[in-house]
């Protein structure tokens, strides 16, 4: 399974709908409230074993880089 499709699933476990969450140039944008953005990222540490860095987005969400 790619990764991209390994973090979608655990987005859409989290805000319940997968629709809420895509990829551009490889970061992640989720619509989300701050407390749906810090499961998300405290899922997305757990299970695919990652570092994030979470940055608000201005008009409605968070996003979410990977980092090395």
């Known amino acids: ?4 499709k390994q973090v979608l699933d655990v987005v859409a476990k989290v805000v319940e709908n997968d629709r809420m969450a ?8 989720v619509v989300c409230t701050a ?3 810090n ?5 997305l540490t757990k299970e695919l074993n990652t570092r994030i860095q979470i940055s608000e987005d ?7 880089d990977f980092v090395a």
Request: charged content about 20%; overall charge positive.
């Open 35 to 37: 407390a749906e953005a």
């Open 1 to 4: 399974m790619g990764f991209e």
């Open 58 to 64: 201005g008009s409605y969400g968070y996003l979410f």
């Open 39 to 43: 499961r998300i990222a405290r899922k």
């Open 22 to 29: 895509s990829f551009f140039c490889g970061t992640l944008s």
